[in-house]
Each structure stands twice: as C-alpha cells, then as structure tokens.
C-alpha cells in the first residue's frame, strides 16, 4: 500500500521543514501529518527569541535539551514543525514566530487561515 503525499499550505508536495535540529512527529525532518500526532507538529517555524520565551513562560520548555527524548533544545534561528494550537496562542499574544508555507502541512488550513500564514512567511517572494 502507497503512503498518500503529504501536501503544504500552498497545495503542492509537502517539504522538508529541518534535519539540523532533526524535527517533525516522525523526527524526520518535515511537519507531515499522523494520526498519533495529538499535537499536531504541522507548522514548520523558524524560532525566534519571543516565541520560545512565551512558550517557556507557559510551561512548554523547548530551551533546554532533554537528552532522554533525543530533543536539542532549540535556540533562535532554528526551524522546527511547532504545534498548531502553540502557533495559534503565540499569535493571539503578539508571539508568533515566522513560517515555511511550503514545509507546513495543509491540514494547518483547517485552523488557520492563509492569509494569516502569509503574513509570517519567510518563503515568499
């Protein structure tokens, strides 16, 4: 049985988000969508200092590596396949950090609009 293509927010094939802190549910490397996924890992964001202190202030501490769940720790300018509704409260309070349309999965799209996402590419040209 053939796995389905995972699609991006702009209707084409699903690229890889990052390797280098290796990301996404599966932990290889893009924000693909899984039905184990009770997160949904789907944004691929480049991290920034005001999205990772807002994330750290409620208790999602994704500073510090915890070698124990093969997690890095991430720091500004790394890009990671966040959770949507992490994405969502960040940008309800002014803390949202940037997006890769085409490294973020289209089921995103349920929940937020694409006008919203284009506001925070950084892959459009």
């Known amino acids: 049985m053939q796995k389905k293509q995972q699609l991006n927010v702009l209707g084409g094939k699903l690229v890889e ?6 990301t996404g549910f599966l932990r290889n490397g893009c924000c693909e969508s899984h039905p184990n996924d009770r997160g949904k890992h789907n944004i691929c964001s480049v991290m920034n200092t005001s999205f990772l202190e807002y994330q750290f202030s409620l208790g999602n501490d994704l500073i510090t590596p915890k070698e124990n769940l093969d997690f890095p720790g991430l720091k500004p300018g790394d890009k990671w396949c966040v959770c949507v509704s992490r994405w969502i409260d960040a940008y309800k309070n002014a803390c949202a950090s940037p997006v890769i349309l085409l490294s973020t999965h289209i089921d995103v799209l349920k929940l937020i609009d694409l006008k919203i996402l284009k506001k925070f590419a950084i892959d459009l040209n």
């Open 17 to 22: 988000c990052s390797k280098n802190p290796m």
